[in-house]
């Protein structure tokens, strides 16, 4: 969702963030004999298919983009024999793929393939929510059966970032039995429990040594620890306090890597209270960030401010902030807005009462935590704002009038995201833009740095981005994260990384085929 990033603009600090694991592993389950690996995730998935947005930043173990990602974010060739070669106007990029790859189910790999996952995507009949993402794409051509050409509208500096994208074959995937060219083959999808993989022996890349994946769903963080403690999963992803447990205990490692994946509150733009930008300011004013990231996160993660970590080039260094509270302010924004105490110590404008629901999904404790201390500290500025827990399907339709708790992010190139969130286009698509954010500048400057190849004109277009953003308070970032992984046994192999915000099997399991049992 959920590209050429140039490599100067990410810095090296981004990529030396990772924290090393908190203890020993020792042999587990998987190394006495079991050749099968759980992992448990927290959402199940919508579907399985790239063209309809599964994995499409690569972080599937069924399907195979034409390029892959490294554990420093750099791109090496999957599908591709090699990098792409780009036309000096910028306006067509090649791809040669790589020789003797099948499908699951035998078939070869053509061009034709290619060109069918692409041109679906943009089919308006597909109706995938992620063609907006290849929007730069004016046609897919397969010159021949190794060979494909993008042609492109404009110059657009993401489009290899993009080309992570799964590729299915020619004529589509049945989405009972999914086939793509992966190291995993998809074995069974038990609605509401799990899915099932079984390792493909002629995977191009060479077969994994874990013969069988099993991805357990299980929305419940609590419900996640103790069926890790229990040995019922062999690896999960955990707040930071529920993986405390396991830190420095036999058989178990944890590991906290960085991400850019943060955690912020939505605003819908319409309704009155969250549609008024003093309301915004304040509340954000008025939360402390740094309790946030002592208590809750347990010290794993950083106040974030805005959609780009500090860490990473592309961040405006202007874009900042206290990371206490700063109740003073808060209120004076309020006062000269017009916003008047009331006799309960909430806040009215005439009629209207700084009032406001804040979703959460319900399993997510980590984000109920960070609802609850935001509520704490907006009652104090005399600003209320009332909780619900849900599941996603009553969330969903209420994002556009109720503020939502969400989690987003990505290094790899600020045109990810963040054009599908803020710029006008893509209000109300899912949970792209829910809250139907619309400011014409935004729309420019996201429109100026998804169509510049120069990497100069870029940075200053999303600087204004972050700037434009940061003072309209469309959203109030809270906190980046360390995802805290939690695996179970001895394995080589395991490359930490950078995470984004994913929802399939990516992360530190996005490379789980090359990991080996054994010390």
Known sequence: MRLARPAALLSIAVLTACSAPSGPAQPGAQNQGDDTFVIGISSEFENLSPILGYAADGGSLMFDGLMSRSPDLSLKPALAAQPPVTSPDGKKVTFKLRDGVTFHDGRALTSKDVVYTYTTILDPKASSPISGDYAAIDKVAAPDAKTVEF?????????????????????????????????????????????????NEKYWGGAPAIKKVVVAFAPDDNVRSTRLAAGEFDATVLPPKAAKRFEGQRGVTVYKQHSADYRGIMFPSKPAVTGDRAIRKAFSLAVDRQAMVDSILAGAGEPAFGPVPHDIAWHNKEITGNPAADLPQATKVLDDA??????????????????????????????????????????????????????????????????????????????????????????????????????PAVDKVLEKGRESADPAVRKQAYDEFQKLIREDEAWTYLTFLKHVYVVRGSYQGIQQSVDAHEHATGGLFRDIHTWKPGV
């Open 338 to 439: 017009g916003w008047k105490p009331g006799s309960d110590g909430i806040r009215a404008k005439g009629a209207t009462k700084a009032s406001f629901t804040l979703m959460y999904p319900a399993g997510d404790s980590l984000r109920k935590e960070l609802a609850l201390a935001a509520a704490s500290d907006a009652k104090k500025a005399g600003i209320e704002v009332k909780l619900a827990g849900l599941d996603w399907d009553a969330i969903e339709p209420r994002m556009a009038q109720d503020a939502l708790m969400m989690g987003y992010g990505s290094p790899y190139d600020p045109d990810y995201i963040n054009y599908d969130l803020f710029h006008s286009s893509q209000a109300g698509k899912g949970f792209f833009n829910p809250g139907h954010y619309s400011n």
């Open 151 to 199: 042609t492109l509208k404009y110059p657009y500096a993401p489009l290899t970032q993009r080309t992570t994208l799964g590729i299915v074959p020619d004529g589509g995937i049945d989405p009972a039995k999914p086939v793509g060219t992966g190291p995993y083959t998809f074995t069974q999808w038990t609605p509401g429990d799990k899915i099932s993989l079984a390792a």
